[in-house]
């Protein structure tokens, strides 16, 4: 008797525990929701100076979650399309990471952001500043493809990302994939 009636106290204070997640949730979702809208845009910015003007798009491949996976044609002030942002998500040694992607025209890589993941503090996180992807800017040419493996990069950038390697190429794989979505969606 004594067991069941642990068992019923834990019980109610799970449920109550529920109850009151599912309640701050509930409140919460919808800031949170704006405020990663906010950081988007804000990105979009920052990945692509001369844009002015970025137009939300979905892929129209039906294998892909548009909910996680879109692009945003960016327009200047002269309302020319200059180029594209791709959000994407791709995986890293913690998990997976969010990425967008900023590509020209030409499909040449502009510029590139490591958001939300999980990946190892002083490895992996490495991954977050903007000197990080420096190695992928300019890429996606005949001339400097975008590096897969390490042994396309300078010994500098290889040395760089040593221990932190499946970082590395999940962001490599994520900036290709991005291109891949962008061919598909443009032909």
């Avoid at 069941?4 to 799970?14: E, N």
């Avoid at 309640?23 to 988007?40: A, F, G, M």
């Avoid at 996180?125 to 493996?149: D, R, V, W």
């Amino acid at each position: 008797m004594e067991n069941l009636r642990i068992a019923l106290k834990l019980t109610l204070i799970c449920f109550i525990a529920v109850l009151l997640l599912s309640i701050v949730n509930l409140i919460t979702c919808k800031k949170i929701e704006n405020n990663s809208n906010k950081v988007e845009e804000e990105t979009n910015r920052n990945l692509f100076s001369q844009g002015v003007r970025f137009e939300k798009s979905f892929f129209k491949n039906s294998s892909i979650d548009k909910n996680k996976e879109y692009y945003y044609k960016v327009y200047d002030k002269n309302n020319t399309l200059v180029g594209y942002v791709v959000t994407l998500y791709t995986k890293g040694y913690g998990g997976d990471m969010k990425l967008m992607v900023a590509m020209d025209n030409s499909l040449v890589i502009v510029n590139a952001k490591l958001l939300t993941n999980s990946e190892t503090p002083g490895l992996g996180k490495a991954a977050e500043k903007s000197e990080y992807m420096k190695k992928f800017i300019g890429t996606n040419t005949k001339e400097k493809p975008i590096p897969l493996n390490k042994s396309m990069l300078s010994q500098e950038d290889a040395d760089s990302i040593t221990g932190a390697t499946i970082t590395f190429k999940g962001i490599a794989n994520g900036i290709q994939k991005a291109v891949d979505y962008i061919l598909q969606e443009i032909k």
